[in-house]
Nanobody, 125 residues
Framework: QVQLVESGGGLVQAGDSLRLSCAAS????????MGWFRQVPGKGREFVAG????????SYADSMKGRFTISRDNAKNTVYLQMNSLKPEDTAVYYC??????????????????WGQGTQVTVSS
């Protein structure tokens, strides 16, 4: 059973940076694409970023390009989301996600089938 445990969320001020981590277990981590989503109350889950199983290819939502960076360490079974120049509108619960199938591909929102419990990120103005 896939388990994804996020950490690193918190309360920061606008303009600050934050790095989220997600520790994965129950899957051959290096064989699966990984990603991050976020959700605010009353809205659907929004794709933030994805990374191929090898880490060589990434994908981002347009609004996150240039501010957010996804990376992974296959030796540590961990995926990261570096968030810079945070804005109040980035306030959300951030979820780690694992791909539905193994393989080295550029993930899109529909590529994912498992999610963690989420970590809250709050950006004050």
């Amino acid at each position: 059973q896939v388990q994804l445990v996020e950490s690193g969320g918190g309360l920061v001020q606008a303009g600050d940076s934050l790095r989220l981590s997600c520790a994965a277990s129950g899957l051959t981590f290096s064989s699966y694409a990984m990603g991050w989503f976020r959700q605010v109350p009353g809205k659907g889950r929004e794709f933030v970023a994805g990374i191929s199983s090898s880490g060589g290819r990434t994908s981002y939502a347009d609004s996150m390009k240039g501010r957010f960076t996804i990376s992974r360490d296959n030796a540590k079974n961990t995926v990261y989301l570096q968030m810079n120049s945070l804005k109040p509108e980035d306030t959300a619960v951030y979820y780690c996600a694992a791909g539905r199938s193994s393989g080295d591909y550029v993930p899109i929102a529909a590529s994912f089938g498992s999610w963690g419990q989420g970590t809250q990120v709050t950006v004050s103005s």
